[in-house]
């Protein structure tokens, strides 16, 4: 497989994938208490923003989103 078809099969995977998260995500927002779906908006809306705004390179985001995550994410285990 060449490169090119390489990524544009990683393209189509991805955008696949997308999508499949979307789908997954709504079939669940019913379920979620409010304070779930407050600290998932949260996450979600900041991650969009430095997507959408920052000229950082995507590791540079990911490593920010995990910093700023992590509270979120022991938050919600703490409630299992």
Same mark, same amino acid.
């Given at each position: *497989? =060449? !490169? #090119? /078809?390489?990524?544009? !099969?990683? !393209? #189509?995977?991805? &955008?696949?994938t997308? #999508?499949?998260?979307? @789908? &997954? *995500? !709504? %079939?669940?927002? %019913?379920a979620?208490?409010?304070? =779930? @779906?407050?600290?998932?908006? &949260?996450?979600?809306? $900041?991650?969009? =923003? ?5 000229? @950082?390179?995507?590791?540079?985001? /990911?490593?920010? *989103? *995990? $910093?700023? &995550? /992590? ?7 703490? %409630?299992?």
């Amino acid at each position: *497989m =060449t !490169d #090119r /078809a390489l990524q544009k !099969d990683f !393209d #189509r995977q991805i &955008a696949a994938t997308h #999508r499949r998260l979307v @789908k &997954a *995500m !709504d %079939g669940r927002l %019913g379920a979620m208490s409010v304070e =779930t @779906k407050e600290r998932y908006f &949260a996450i979600l809306s $900041t991650l969009a =923003t430095k997507l959408e705004s920052s000229e @950082k390179p995507l590791r540079e985001i /990911a490593q920010e *989103m *995990m $910093t700023e &995550a /992590a509270s979120v994410i022991l938050q919600e285990m703490q %409630g299992f």
